[in-house]
């Protein structure tokens, strides 16, 4: 990922990964989409001057957003899908994959329903709480984790490498094209 040269990162937040990015990627240009202004001024002031030029900003719902064909050699979503349907997410896999190189990267960082006995049901419990939230700040629809990974095997995508955290309530991966097993 140190060697990717035009990223898209979609509904990062506040910045605070953008900022850790930057420093750790020191030529890539970034298009940064967000629906939320606040977060876009957030993730702004996080920054130092020589390194807002690299970040191309853009405040627009990315279901209504189109981009350039094989513009990308890595996507960054983090805690982004889970305000989505499984219909809505698998429209904007579809979206984002048109846009990226054949060799194109795609790291997620998501909830997911922990699978140890005994954790099922804590994570179970937690994400419905945290849907509840959502819901009452957000006036989102939806209640319920998507079906991801079954959204980008169907994509063509493949997790090449997984990491669970929390006894298995988060999960980061990095998706490359190709069949999944």
Not at 31 to 56: F, T
Not at 106 to 119: D, N
Request: hydrophobic share 40%.
């Amino acid at each position: 990922m140190s060697s990717a040269k035009h990223v898209l990162m979609i509904g990062e937040g506040d910045g605070r990964f953008l900022q850790a990015f930057l420093k750790y990627n020191s030529s890539a240009s970034i298009d940064w989409i967000d629906n939320s202004s606040e977060m876009m001024k957030l993730a702004k002031r996080r920054l130092d001057p020589q390194q807002s030029g690299r970040v191309l900003f853009h405040h627009t719902d990315i279901r209504s957003w189109t981009a350039s064909p094989q513009a990308y050699d890595l996507v960054v979503t983090h805690f982004f899908f889970d305000c989505f349907s499984n219909q809505d997410v698998h429209r904007l896999i579809s979206n984002i994959k048109s846009s990226l190189t054949h060799d194109a990267l795609w790291v997620i960082s998501e909830f997911q329903y922990p699978k140890r006995r005994g954790w099922h049901w804590i994570g179970s419990t937690l994400i419905a709480g945290m849907y509840m939230c959502f819901q009452w700040m957000t006036q989102i629809e939806v209640s319920r984790l998507p079906h991801l990974s079954q959204a980008m095997c169907l994509q063509g995508f493949y997790c090449a490498k997984r990491r669970e955290f929390l006894r298995g309530l988060l999960t980061a991966e990095v998706w490359a094209s190709g069949a999944c097993e």
